[in-house]
């Protein structure tokens, strides 16, 4: 899969374990709703680092807690 596959699965884990609305986090992020549906949509095929440290900040965790899923191993990843 690609990276912003594993992303968005990844993010929809996070928020529905934090209990956060996309709406949340766009307004704790500053992305545009526009960027989140690129991302939720798997319009992207790749993520800014930039995106993936304002999620985790907005999540408050770590980009170590982000990426500790099978999601990101390099077996599952397109490169």
Request: charged residues 25%; aromatic residues 12%; proline residues 0%.
């Amino acid at each position: 899969m690609n990276l912003n596959k594993a992303f968005a699965l990844r993010l929809s884990k996070l928020l529905n374990e934090k209990g956060m609305s996309k709406y949340r986090l766009e307004k704790e992020t500053g992305l545009t709703h526009s960027a989140l549906r690129y991302i939720f949509n798997e319009v992207n095929t790749d993520v800014y680092f930039s995106t993936i440290v304002k999620v985790c900040i907005a999540l408050d965790i770590s980009l170590n807690d982000f990426f500790n899923d099978e999601l990101f191993s390099l077996d599952n990843l397109e490169t």
